[in-house]
Structures are given as structure tokens and as C-alpha cells.
């Protein structure tokens, strides 16, 4: 099993340019969720789902955007993206309930000039 | 001059001492809560959680202890190895609703040979 699979690892981006972060999981977890990983700031909580069809802002939700797209996929999308949001991104899946276990993905270090 | 927040606490132990990690909590609603740990250029793994209800839990060569009085959470290492440093992140998971599940800023253990 491949567990959880972020695309791509490294971007740069231009400041106003968009894009979209890709999650896949193979594990048939219920609940997804995205963070940002920035330097002093630990782990912020970007947005979540707790099933397919269903998402929840997280701590710094401002400036981006989610999909559910299915039970595998959990898509990160920055519609205009700015130096702020110069980070490395983090997806992970639980199974969810009870469950505290997540698995993390890779992550992808996403650098806005 | 330096601007705080941008470098993670740090705990230095020497090889085979014990550590204890210290977390301080402000999200009194979460049910569990819990501690991973990341390595460097790897998304954080799992180590264990504690339900909310309890005040001791412990694991192979970890202890994690939870003061709700003073939301307080630790994580106590028994003689810890080089392979033990990393970044250790404490969190909360709230299981109703969305399946929140937050983080904290994180420590950065240095076990010295």
C-alpha cells in the first residue's frame, strides 16, 4: 500500500498564479484533512473532512479552497496564491471515530514568489 | 533582533537519560489527545494518545501524562536513543462533528551521544 500520496513534492509558484495540491489515500479512511508547516508555527489545521461530501474550515482556512472529490482524494486548491502562503503542506487520513492514528503524506514544499 | 515564534523550543538530553516533553493545552473539548512525532523531511508519525477522561497512559518506553487542571500534557521518553530526535507535536482530537484534529507548535529533541 502506498498510504497517503501528495502531488507534487516541490512548486513554485508566481504570486496571483493558481493552483491545486493533490491527496490520494489507499487505506479507505474516512477522514482527511490539510495542514500547513511553517518555521516556529508547528502544524495549523487548513481544512478537514470528515467524510466524502462533507468539509470543515480549520485554523487558517483564508485563501484557500477544498474538495472531497471521493472516498480516495482530498484536493488543496489556491486560487491566487501569495508569499504568505510560502509553506510546506501536509495531508493526512484517519479512519476516523475513535480512531486518533493519522497517517501523514510527504508533503509538498510549495515556495509563491 | 530575533522575532519570537520562529524557532521551536528545544530539549537536549544525553543518550540513555529520560526525557519529558512538555505541552500546554488551551482546547479543553478535545476527547483525546494525542502526540507525534516527525522527523526531519518526513510527515509526523503517530506515537500515542491519551482519552480525555484518563491521566496516565503508557506505551513501549513512552508515558504520556494529562493534568486537566491545568492543561498540562506531557510525554516522558524512558532512556532515549539517537534514532528518538525529532520534532514531537502534541494535539487534540475532537471525535463529534468533523473529526477535528489540531496540533500544537511542536519541541525539538536533541539527544546528544
Excluded at chain 1, 502531488?7 to 495542514?35: E, I, R
Aim: net charge positive; hydrophobic share 30%.
Amino acid at each position: 500500500n502506498a498510504g497517503v500520496t501528495q502531488t507534487p513534492k516541490f512548486q513554485v509558484l508566481k504570486t496571483g498564479q493558481s493552483m491545486t495540491l493533490q491527496c490520494a489515500q489507499d487505506m479507505n479512511h474516512n477522514s482527511m484533512y490539510w495542514y500547513r508547516q511553517d518555521p516556529g508555527m508547528g502544524l495549523r489545521l487548513i481544512y478537514y473532512s470528515a467524510s466524502e461530501g462533507t468539509t470543515d474550515k480549520g485554523e487558517v482556512p483564508n485563501g484557500y479552497n477544498v474538495s472531497r472529490l471521493n472516498k480516495r482524494e482530498f484536493s488543496l486548491r489556491l486560487e491566487s496564491a501569495a508569499p504568505s502562503q510560502t509553506s510546506v503542506y501536509f495531508c493526512a487520513s484517519r479512519t476516523g471515530g475513535l480512531n486518533t492514528e493519522a497517517f501523514f503524506g510527504q508533503g509538498t514544499r510549495l515556495t509563491v514568489v | 533582533g530575533e522575532s519570537v515564534g520562529l524557532h521551536l523550543p528545544t530539549l537536549s538530553v544525553q543518550e540513555g537519560d529520560n526525557s519529558i516533553i512538555n505541552c500546554a493545552y488551551s482546547n479543553s473539548a478535545s476527547d483525546y489527545f494525542i502526540w507525534y512525532k516527525q522527523e526531519s523531511g518526513k510527515g509526523p508519525q503517530f506515537i500515542i494518545d491519551i482519552r480525555s477522561n484518563m491521566d496516565k497512559r503508557q506505551g513501549q518506553r513512552v508515558t504520556v501524562l494529562l493534568n486537566k487542571t491545568v492543561k498540562h500534557l506531557s510525554l516522558q521518553i524512558a532512556a532515549t536513543q539517537p534514532g528518538d530526535s525529532a520534532v514531537y507535536f502534541c494535539g487534540g482530537l475532537i471525535t463529534g462533528g468533523g473529526n477535528k484534529l489540531t496540533f500544537g507548535t511542536g519541541t525539538q529533541l536533541k539527544v546528544e551521544l
